[in-house]
Each structure stands twice: as structure tokens, then as C-alpha cells.
Nanobody, 120 residues
Framework: QVQLVESGGGLVQAGGSLRLSCAAS????????MGWFRQAPGKEREFVAR????????YYADSVKGRFTISRDNAKNTVYLQMNSLKPEDTAIYYC?????????????WGQGTQVTVSS
């Protein structure tokens, strides 16, 4: 079992920045790939970024490439999502997940989500 707890969401103006955190605990969480997903009202959950615990290999959705940065701190068992140059279309609930791949169905464990709202 893996437990994930997100934090760091909030309200920000367009062009601003936020940093999300995801604290991981439980058995063998380091064997999973850590991903960030988001879901806007009326839309399907979509992939944002992922990172491997060991090598720190990253992969991003085209919509956030160059603006968002995923990172991890192995000592703190925490994954981060630094979000810069935020746009109103980034407004969504952001979820941290542990699994593989880039599809939501590839991920087995999920956090509770944190709301990000970007005002224009």
C-alpha cells in the first residue's frame, strides 16, 4: 500500500507560480513512477508530468512543457510540481499518483487532490 498526500494548491493570477508537493509513504513506493495529473470541471483526467524515483527521469505533457517542472527529494520522500507562467486553462484539481506510464489507468495509487485556480 502506498499513501500520497498533496499540498500547495491555491488561487493565483495568470502568469504567477505555484509549487505542489506530494508526500509519499508505504511499502515500495520508490519502485513506482510518480505522476501528476489534473482534472478540470467537465473534463477527463489528464497527464501532466512524471518522474522516476531512482534516476529522476522526467516526461511532460506538451501543454505544460517549458512551464512546469517535476522533481523529487528522495530524502523527504516527496515529489514536487513547480508551475510557472500559469494560465487560466491550468485551473483544475491536481492529483499525485504512483504507477507506470502516462495514462490514468496506468496508476494504482492516488492522492486526494489539491485545487489550483488561475484567474485571468
Amino acid at each position: 500500500q502506498v499513501q500520497l498526500v498533496e499540498s500547495g494548491g491555491g488561487l493565483v493570477q495568470a502568469g504567477g507560480s505555484l509549487r505542489l508537493s506530494c508526500a509519499a509513504s508505504g511499502r515500495s513506493f520508490s519502485s513506482y513512477v510518480m505522476g501528476w495529473f489534473r482534472q478540470a470541471p467537465g473534463k477527463e483526467r489528464e497527464f501532466v508530468a512524471r518522474i522516476t524515483w531512482s534516476a529522476g527521469i522526467t516526461y511532460y505533457a506538451d501543454s505544460v512543457k517549458g512551464r512546469f517542472t517535476i522533481s523529487r527529494d528522495n530524502a523527504k520522500n516527496t515529489v514536487y510540481l513547480q508551475m510557472n507562467s500559469l494560465k487560466p486553462e491550468d485551473t483544475a484539481i491536481y492529483y499525485c499518483a504512483a504507477g507506470r506510464g502516462i495514462r490514468p489507468s496506468d496508476y494504482e495509487y492516488w492522492g486526494q487532490g489539491t485545487q489550483v485556480t488561475v484567474s485571468s
